[in-house]
T-cell receptor, first 110, second 115 residues
Framework: TQLLEQSPQFLSIQEGENLTVYCNSSSVFSSLQWYRQEPGEGPVLLVTVVTGGEVKKLKRLTFQFGDARKDSSLHITAAQPGDTGLYLCAGEEYGNKLVFGAGTILRVKS | GAGVSQSPSNKVTEKGKDVELRCDPISGHTALYWYRQSLGQGLEFLIYFQGNSAPDKSGLPSDRFSAERTGGSVSTLTIQRTQQEDSAVYLC?????????????FGPGTRLTVL
């Protein structure tokens, strides 16, 4: 099983600040997904990136897949308290099996 | 339509007892996945089903863990002789099929506490 390292583990920022979360591996994945999870709920898919170098934007969130398909980043612009949650990256192995990073806990203070 | 449901939402048990966790996937989804999430950790893959068969059981931590799926729908994860290290949130997900890029839809999880 391939491993995904996610950083930072915890982020506490003020409303309006920007932040970036990183997801790195020494292995290549066929796709990489980003999820957001709130307490007491399961993860919810935010985006799937498939092509090396791909950049996807979802309102204030920008996702990038590395050229070699081994790493990815999530950038949030002008963070809001509603962005608070656990952010998880997941690399896809065979059979749609996902390998998850340990997650980044984001807290946005108003 | 209804999403993935899991029951019970919380389970407290004594060490050594057996527990059964249930997952109802989204209707029509042929692929079903079980994950375990420990406090402060990401999700750990346990097993996945395509229909009623389990091509990949590689993530099951020990032979105390087993899972079955009947009728291509409901799945049960059974943990025998529970240990304290089994305490975690057990998440189930389903997807349309097991092919690439299909979104996995997660249930809310079952929080298992072994005393």
């Amino acid at each position: 099983t391939q491993l995904l390292e996610q950083s930072p583990q915890f982020l506490s920022i003020q409303e309006g600040e920007n932040l970036t979360v990183y997801c790195n591996s020494s292995s290549v994945f066929s796709s990489l997904q980003w999820y957001r999870q709130e307490p007491g709920e399961g993860p919810v898919l935010l985006v799937t990136v498939v092509t090396g170098g791909e950049v996807k934007k979802l309102k204030r969130l920008t996702f990038q897949f590395g050229d070699a398909r081994k790493d990815s980043s999530l950038h949030i612009t002008a963070a809001q308290p509603g962005d608070t949650g656990l952010y998880l990256c997941a690399g896809e192995e065979y059979g749609n099996k996902l390998v998850f990073g340990a997650g980044t806990i984001l807290r946005v203070k108003s | 339509g209804a999403g993935v449901s899991q029951s019970p939402s919380n389970k407290v048990t004594e060490k050594g007892k057996d527990v059964e966790l249930r997952c109802d996937p989204i209707s029509g989804h042929t692929a079903l996945y079980w994950y375990r999430q420990s406090l402060g950790q990401g999700l750990e893959f346990l097993i996945y089903f395509q229909g009623n068969s389990a091509p990949d059981k590689s993530g099951l931590p020990s032979d105390r863990f087993s899972a079955e799926r009947t009728g291509g729908s409901v799945s049960t994860l059974t943990i025998q002789r529970t240990q304290q290290e089994d305490s975690a949130v057990y998440l189930c997900a389903s997807s349309l099929d097991r092919f690439s890029y299909n979104e996995q839809f997660f249930g809310p999880g079952t929080r298992l506490t072994v005393l």
